[in-house]
């Protein structure tokens, strides 16, 4: 199903068993949608990516475990007023 619709955030995982991670699912995003706003995470704390999620295509990075609130904040920062 093809739409003009977007969605405000996508929240991806680094690390996916068996599938897509998080560093080639982006690339991929963004060539669908270049203005796409995605949050990465992942447990491994002292992955690359999560330091640098920016130059990876990113606009937001959480550590696992994350607290509802911090997953709020992060959001918020990205799509604003949309809440």
């Known amino acids: 199903m093809s739409?003009?619709?977007s969605y405000d955030v996508v929240i991806m995982d680094l690390t996916v068993r068996g599938?897509?991670?998080g560093e080639q699912a982006i690339r991929e995003l963004l060539k669908l949608d270049p203005n796409a706003k995605a949050i990465v995470c992942s447990?491994?704390?002292n992955d690359p990516i999560l330091a640098e999620y920016e130059d990876y295509g990113f606009c937001g990075a959480l550590s696992k475990p994350f607290k509802i609130m911090d997953l709020s904040k992060k959001i918020g920062e990205l799509i604003g007023d949309k809440v």
């Open 43 to 45: 447990g491994y704390s």
């Open 19 to 21: 599938g897509m991670g």
């Open 3 to 5: 739409t003009d619709r």
